[in-house]
Every structure is written in structure tokens, then in C-alpha cells.
């Protein structure tokens, strides 16, 4: 069955292309842009994308690509470039690429509020909009994309249906089979009209992917990582540019290519001195010649010490967040410390333990490869292993808190090797939905020791009680803050109704006044 549909598929896509190349083509060269033409004739993805918007129907597939290619010509879509955009555009953050709702899609966050009904600039935000679309598709070919409408803090102003129409139609018929949904927030009922016409538009079918939510219903589609604090989230995401928001995770590099190739099997001296310039940046050179003195004697052969300093390494790390996932527990939990350019540190480090019975698979990607390097970034775990995993920036690049790390993790066969070669194979054939994955934020302190690792037995008098009480501490400010953030959020609502009443109102008495001079004007 499932064969007989993929013959009938690929029946569809050739005479898709014949068609295409015979009735719209040959007459008109010039009418699109031969890249697109080209790319039709190649990517069997783009014509199905299309063909399945379509219902399999080629006419109306034809009819859809014509239009679809037109406007891609007339757009410049192959060419747009962050320079092909006004600067003002990318720095207000109006529109970008951040984070992923629960089903794994990506976000197109769309700030409403930052848009201003204007005809002179209306084609500079849909050129950002193609811009974005254009990227991700490129990139992510066939995955779907959750478009956030955030309406929180809008008003009249900012109702442009001219431009939401545009939107709908880059789904509808520029970019088919890319929608997922539409999360509406915070939609003010001053709006409810404009978005009857909105669901005319997209017709029956796709009335379906619209989501009105609020505070609360927004999290049945997007996790609180990935909302803002306005949303009830705890995403600590604050837009900026440059450089351009780009959530997308990539296998981190070093001097030599992607360390994924590299041999895991390093050599002894390496790890150890990567041990050993690992404590020395977290706790200074003073707690590091108190360590050495503790641990190391002259009447030990150099190989006896290194040893030593190996296994004190993993005794005195002691992390106070530990984040437990089905496969791997992690540490630390949400951040990653970095010093300062002042304090020296330079290295850090992520410590994971396999819980479960089975070797697990991991991989370690970075939203900012160029920065850091990451050794082992893509290796295996044995059952109850612990692995320490050394992250440190390279390339004379500052670490920025908008860096982010991503841990993917996932159970293998007891019978599956564990060489590049099989763990290259396993991420290609393992499922999505069997991949555990945990995110990471840099953080940069000043201090030259990180709160997120102590020293054992009181070497440095700080107990685990005094741990466990900082921690409560911090929870306790951060829970003050949400709550303040709040009460700011709740009177700026309470603001802008009172100015829609008081609007509404002098809207009234004007009307008022002016029917009263009519009649009286009449009467005269």
C-alpha cells in the first residue's frame, strides 16, 4: 500500500514539472527566476509541499506555483540579505526566529505592538517577513513553523490588515505545508472584528490552526522555556541586534573542523592537564596550589600524581543544580559560568551521568560554534558513567549571555558500536520524539568562583546547608520578581482601558454635541 502511494506521488511530481516547464515556462522565461525553476526540477519536497496544499489536484498545484513564483521574483527572494533590510527593522524586534512550541516547531514571534500602519515602510516588513520565512526554509526544509501573534499592549494603530493579509497568503501560498498553527495572545476585543475578517481569509481548513489564548492557554502550546515573563514563562530571552536572533543549534568547532570527528580516545596527559586548567580557573591560583599541596607528594612517580589530580577533580566538584532527565542527569541545571575577561576563567565545565540501563548517545550543539570549543561534543555514555564535558571559548571571542547550549541525549542498542561512524548513523535513523534534549545558558561573573561548584568537606568553610540556603535565597528573589513584573504588567492593562473608556467616552460626548447642533441648525 504504502509503495503503490509513493509511485502515485512521484507520478504527481513528474507531471507537475512537465506541466509546468510546457505551460508556464517556455513561453515566458522572464517571468520567474530561473533558481526557482531549477530548484523545481530538483527538489521533489518543494513540488509535493505544493501538490499537497493542493489536494494532489496539478491544475490547481500549476496555478499555485505561478503565483507562488511570481512573487518570488518580484519579492527578490533569493537574494534578500540582512542587508536588504531597513537596520531600524532588525533593532525595533518586531519580527524573529526564537524557540519552539511543545510539538518541536519552530516560533516566528510576531511583536504587534512594534507595528505601526505606515505605506511607506509596509514593503520593508514584508521583505523581513519573506527574509525569515526564506531562511528558516532553507535551512529546515518541510518542518513546520508555530507563528506567534503577540498582541499584549496594542492598539488601534497598530491594526494593519493590509499587512496581515500578506502574512496569510506567505502560508497560504508562497510557503504551503510550512504552517502549523497560529497562537493568537492577548487579543484586545477592540480587535475581535478585524480577525472575523482574518478567518474569511484563511478559509475553513485553516480556521482550525487558529489558537485565541491567554496567560494560562498559551502554555497547553508553548512550554514556559520558551515564553516570555509577560506570558507567565520564564524565558530570559531579551531581543537585540546585532547579531541577528538565531536560535538554531550547530555542532560546535574548533581549530581543526567540527570536534565531532575528532578521536574521543585522548590522550592521558590531555585530559589530565584539561582537569587540572579546569580548577585553576573556577577556584584561583591560590585554592590551586592548596589543592596540589593536599594532594600531591614528592615521593610520588608523576604518573601516580596525575592520577591523583584526576580523581581529586571529580572528588571536589560539587554542583548545586542538577537538572534529572529519563536519560541523563545534568549539571548544572540552567547556566553555564563563565568569568570575565578580568577574572582569567576560561573553562567550564558540564558534568553528565547516564541513569538508565542502556548506553546513551549524546550530542553537544551551540547556537554560537565560532565561540567555543567543546570537548567530547558527540560521544556515548555507559550505563552509570559519569563524563565530564569541557567547554571553553576560543578565537578571541567574549562569551554572551544569549549564547545557549543544547544537550541531546538518546538510548542506543546494546548491540550498536559507539564509533563516529555508527553514532553519525544513530542521530540520522533515530525518532524525534525518542531524543531527550536540555538547553543551557551562558552566564558571565565576575567573581573568580562560580556559584555553581563548591568544594567538598568544608574546604573552603562554605556547608551544604549554606549551599542549599543561597539557593532558597535566589529562588525566593527570582519568585519576588516574576510577581512584581506582574503587578507592572496588570497596571499597564488597567491604563490602557481606562484610556479606551475614556476614548470610547469623548468619542460619545462629541457625537453627542454634534447631533444636537444638527437639529438645532435644522430647526433654524
Same mark, same amino acid.
Given at each position: ?139 529546515? *526544509? ?14 488601534? *494603530? ?10 496569510? *497568503? ?64 520564564? @524565558? ?69 600524581? *596525575? ?80 563524563? @565530564? ?136
Amino acid at each position: 500500500m504504502a509503495e503503490c502511494q509513493a509511485q502515485n506521488k512521484a507520478k504527481l511530481i513528474s507531471e507537475t514539472r512537465r506541466r509546468f516547464e510546457a505551460e508556464y515556462v517556455t513561453d515566458k522565461p522572464d517571468k520567474y527566476d530561473p533558481r526557482d525553476v531549477e530548484r523545481l526540477q530538483q527538489d521533489d519536497n518543494w513540488v509535493e509541499s505544493y501538490l499537497c496544499w493542493r489536494h494532489d489536484v496539478v491544475d490547481e498545484t500549476l496555478k499555485m506555483i505561478d503565483e507562488s513564483f511570481q512573487w518570488r521574483k518580484e519579492m527578490a527572494v533569493n537574494d534578500l540579505t540582512e542587508a536588504s533590510i531597513p537596520k531600524w527593522l532588525l533593532e525595533i524586534g518586531g519580527i524573529y526566529l526564537h524557540g519552539y512550541d511543545k510539538e518541536g516547531n519552530k516560533l516566528l514571534w510576531i511583536r504587534v505592538k512594534y507595528h505601526v500602519k505606515d505605506h511607506k515602510t509596509i514593503l520593508d516588513k514584508k521583505k523581513l517577513i519573506a527574509f525569515w520565512l526564506e531562511r528558516y526554509a532553507k535551512r529546515e *526544509n518541510g518542518k513546520p513553523i508555530t507563528v506567534m501573534f503577540d498582541l499584549s499592549e496594542t492598539g488601534i *494603530n497598530s491594526i494593519d490588515m493590509d499587512f496581515v493579509r500578506f502574512i496569510i *497568503n506567505c502560508f497560504k501560498v508562497y510557503y504551503p505545508k510550512y504552517l502549523s498553527k497560529i497562537v493568537i495572545f492577548d487579543m484586545p476585543w477592540i480587535m475581535n472584528a478585524a480577525f472575523k475578517i482574518v478567518k474569511s481569509w484563511l478559509g475553513p481548513e485553516a480556521v482550525s490552526l487558529l489558537k485565541f489564548t491567554n496567560k494560562h492557554e498559551v502554555q497547553d502550546y508553548v512550554s514556559v522555556e520558551y515564553l516570555p515573563s509577560h506570558m507567565g514563562g520564564t @524565558d530570559p530571552f531579551k531581543y537585540s541586534y546585532p547579531p541577528l536572533v538565531d536560535d538554531d543549534f550547530q555542532t560546535p568547532l574548533c581549530e581543526n573542523g567540527p570536534i565531532a570527528s575528532e578521536d574521543e580516545a585522548s590522550s592521558k596527559e590531555d585530559t589530565e592537564s584539561d582537569g587540572k586548567d579546569t580548577l585553576e580557573t573556577i577556584f584561583g591560583e591560590e585554592q590551586t596550589a592548596l589543592l596540589k599541596k593536599i594532594n600531591l607528594t614528592d615521593s610520588t612517580s608523576k604518573t601516580e600524581e *596525575n592520577e591523583k589530580v584526576d580523581s581529586k577533580t571529580k572528588a571536589f566538584k560539587k554542583p548545586l543544580s542538577v537538572f534529572k532527565g529519563p536519560l541523563l542527569h545534568i549539571s548544572p541545571a540552567e547556566e553555564l559560568y563563565f568569568g570575565s575577561s578580568e577574572s582569567g576563567e576560561k573553562k567550564t565545565l558540564i558534568v553528565l551521568t547516564n541513569v538508565t540501563k542502556n548506553i546513551v548517545a549524546f550530542k553537544v550543539r551551540t547556537t554560537a560554534p565560532e565561540k567555543y570549543r567543546v570537548k567530547p561534543s558527540n560521544s556515548s555514555c555507559d550505563p552509570g558513567a559519569t563524563i @565530564d564535558i569541557v567547554v571553553s571559548p576560543h578565537g578571541g571571542f567574549p562569551v554572551s549571555a544569549q549564547d545557549r547550549f543544547l544537550i541531546m541525549a538518546a538510548e542506543m542498542e546494546q548491540t550498536s558500536g559507539t564509533g563516529p561512524a555508527e553514532l553519525a548513523q544513530f542521530w540520522k535513523e533515530v525518532p524525534r520524539n525518542k531524543v531527550m534534549e536540555h538547553r543551557l545558558r551562558c552566564h558571565i561573573v565576575e567573581s573568580s568562583k562560580p556559584t555553581s561548584l563548591t568544594l567538598k568537606d568544608g574546604a573552603f568553610n562554605m556547608s551544604d546547608k549554606t549551599s542549599e540556603d543561597m539557593c532558597l535565597q535566589l529562588n525566593r528573589l527570582l519568585e519576588s520578581n516574576r510577581k512584581l513584573e506582574d503587578q507592572v504588567q496588570r497596571c499597564i492593562w488597567f491604563q490602557q482601558l481606562l484610556l479606551s473608556l475614556t476614548v470610547l467616552l469623548l468619542a460619545f460626548v462629541i457625537s453627542f454635541f454634534y447631533l444636537l447642533y444638527s437639529q438645532r441648525s435644522g430647526a433654524w
